[in-house]
């Protein structure tokens, strides 16, 4: 199965500009392109390949005239603008924004409710792996995330990034073979969730400081689906690179 990989602007670049010359460098099969909100119009025009995402969605998806929440956008505004995919959970959002396990359960039900593929965002803090609770974590983070979902029986097939909360942005990324262990701890996990009982198949990537150096060590294994790639797809040189290897 070819593998996906997911890029994360996060609040970059700072110009229209130069979101639209990272969109065309990145513009092939099997990415999914996550720019901030305020790019996604402009950047859908310029997709041929990549597919279209968002970074956050809100939980509320109100009838037409009920959006009385100041800042938010709900999963049918993404949809309307043609967006697919949506991250939700991102660790940032959970650690510097107070994002809760229950807020997160909400944002994927709207998401999945709408129609958008959601790429859920898990991952332990260096003190949670350093006090071995990283399994627990994990656990009570997709828990909690998917205890809504089991009404939702459209053929969405979600995906999850592991993301290991020290490893972003830092240079210091989980080495493969530990990443590897937890992705089939979390597919077990899935398992007996028994969430192929309502039509899903779960794909996990991989997120963390993933660049085109490592990249590879990390998809070779058949379990890993792709990656969440933040920084280096904000490089057209890394960009190059990166498409070349899946
Ligand atoms: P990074 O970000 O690749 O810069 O570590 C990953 C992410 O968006 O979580």
Not at 196 to 211: A, C, H, I, P, Q
Not at 214 to 240: F, H, M, P, R, T
Request: glycine share 8%.
């Amino acid at each position: 199965m070819s593998k996906l990989l997911v890029f994360n602007w996060k609040m970059n670049p700072a110009t229209l500009e130069e979101a639209i010359s990272l969109a065309k460098a990145s513009d092939q099969e099997n990415i999914v392109i996550a720019p901030p909100f305020v790019f996604i119009e402009e950047v859908a025009k310029v997709l041929k390949k990549a597919r279209l995402g968002a970074q956050d969605v809100f939980w509320e998806n109100p009838p037409a005239g009920g959006g009385a929440f100041t800042g938010e956008v709900s999963a049918q505004e993404l949809k309307n603008l043609c967006v697919e995919y949506v991250i939700v959970g991102h660790s940032e959002r959970r650690h510097k924004l107070g994002e809760t396990d229950e807020i997160v359960a909400k944002k994927l039900k709207a998401a999945t409710d709408t129609g958008l593929v959601p790429i859920l965002c898990i991952g332990e803090t260096e003190e949670e792996k350093n006090a071995g609770k990283r399994e627990a974590v994990l656990e009570r983070q997709l828990k909690t995330a998917l205890s809504d979902l089991q009404l939702t029986t459209n053929n969405l097939q979600p995906f999850v990034a592991y993301e290991p909360v020290w490893a972003i942005g830092t240079g210091n990324p989980e080495t493969p073979e530990s990443a590897l262990a937890t992705i089939k701890f979390i597919k077990e996990l899935l398992k007996n969730f028994r969430i192929s009982d309502f039509g899903f198949r779960v794909s996990v990537l991989y997120g963390g400081s993933v660049n085109s150096q490592n990249l590879q060590d990390y998809i070779k294994y058949k379990e890993v689906d792709g990656a969440l790639v933040g920084g280096a797809s904000l490089q057209e040189e890394e960009i190059k690179k990166i498409i070349k290897l899946i």
